[in-house]
């Protein structure tokens, strides 16, 4: 299993971003997957989760601005940002977690593990 996450660049404050992670692998189904972030000197903070069953929340501070949502795409989702602030500058790491893959002789696995993308950086100037 593999993710990857793109979508992020340069911005000014008050634009716009949307970031996208595509989750690769014999994955039949994820149960939880989001975004944190990373900014430099500090911890990595929750952003957004999405559940399978299209339940989603926000850390309060990106709630009304930032957006999961998954993609048509199979095991893809997004994270669209919206007035971004000189504060949300930081690398931002999709995950998922509660994955049913299919090994290769065709045996369901849940797995309990979390994946992580290389995290894709977001800089928003004032």
């Known amino acids: 299993v593999q993710l990857q996450a793109s979508g992020g660049g340069l911005v000014q404050a008050g634009g716009s971003l949307r970031l996208s992670c595509a989750a690769s692998?014999?994955?039949?189904?994820?149960?939880?997957m989001g975004w944190y972030r990373q900014a430099p000197g500090k911890e990595r903070e929750l952003v957004a989760t999405l559940t399978n069953g299209g339940v989603t929340s926000y850390t309060d501070s990106m709630q009304g601005r930032f957006i999961i949502s998954r993609g048509d795409a199979k095991n893809t989702w997004y994270l669209q940002m919206n007035i971004l602030k000189p504060e949300d500058t930081a690398v931002y790491y999709c995950y998922a977690r509660g994955l049913t893959t299919m090994d290769p002789t065709g045996v369901l696995v849940v797995d309990g593990m979390d994946y992580w993308g290389k995290g894709t950086q977001v800089t928003v100037s004032s």
């Open positions: 692998g014999s994955i039949l189904r994820i149960d939880d």
